[in-house]
């Protein structure tokens, strides 16, 4: 089993409309969690991190569930630039430490007109 | 956040030869790594690349294919030895500054090799 799991998608969604996928992890001892966004043929940027009381950044909305060991990402009135490779990354390790970092294979959203 | 340029951002090789690239980084910063990321896969972590020390190769990396310099906290090289197709990916310089930051990434280089 993969430390992280990510529905691939693609998720094809309206222009306007709303779009939530999750991220699984199966480290219990995960201690940070980030959704990165990643454009075809270009690096992964940071997107948001994701705290404990769930979060949001302007449409962007990200939930922590420790119990059931997920993340999950919610973009609200997606406009036809949030088209883009989703990668969930979740770091374990104690807080005292750099711990290490692993990736989801990530979510494609694709916002149709 | 610190801006991180690498260079060359895509070449094309012929199999047998190598590629050095280079990451500079706008402020010094604590760990600096080297990630692959192949078409349609996810990232791998190649190496962390220590200042004035040998590199943390992780598992099926070794320093004889992939060495990596790293001589200040501003700046680290990843040279792709005796290249093959199969190391046809993209090269990814990163960066982390503090114990719970998260990672930002350099623009990547676009390797293929024929």
């Known amino acids: 089993r993969k430390e992280v799991e990510q529905d691939p998608g693609p998720f094809n969604v309206p222009e306007g409309a709303t779009v939530a996928f999750n991220c699984t992890y199966s480290?219990?001892?995960?201690?940070?969690f980030f959704w990165y966004r990643q454009d075809c043929r270009k690096e992964p940027k940071l997107l948001m991190s994701?705290?404990?009381s769930g979060n949001e950044d302007g449409r962007f909305t990200a939930q922590l569930n420790r119990a059931s060991q997920y993340i999950s990402l919610l973009i609200r009135d997606s406009k036809l630039s949030d088209s883009a490779t989703y990668l969930c990354?979740?770091?374990?390790?104690?807080?005292?430490?750099?711990?290490?970092?692993?990736f989801g294979a990530g979510t494609q959203v694709v916002v149709t007109p | 956040s610190a801006v991180i340029s690498q260079k060359p951002s895509r070449d094309i090789c012929q199999r047998g030869t190598s590629l050095t690239i280079q990451c500079q980084v706008d402020?010094?910063?604590?760990?600096m790594f080297w990630y692959r990321q192949q078409p349609g896969q996810s990232l791998t972590l190649i190496a962390t690349?220590?200042?004035?020390?040998?590199?943390?190769?992780e598992s099926g990396f070794v320093i004889d294919k992939f060495p990596i310099s790293r001589p200040n906290l501003t700046f680290s090289t990843l040279t792709v030895s005796n290249m093959s197709p199969e190391d046809s990916s993209i090269y990814l310089c990163?960066?982390?500054?503090?114990?719970?930051?998260?990672?930002?990434f350099g623009n990547g280089t676009r390797l293929t090799v024929t």
């Open positions: 990163s960066v982390r500054d503090r114990l719970n930051s998260p990672l930002h």
């Open positions: 480290n219990s001892a995960s201690q940070s």
């Open positions: 994701v705290y404990s």
């Open positions: 990354v979740v770091r374990s390790g104690t807080t005292d430490s750099w711990g290490k970092l692993q």
């Open positions: 402020s010094q910063v604590t760990m």
């Open positions: 690349a220590n200042q004035g020390s040998e590199a943390t190769y």
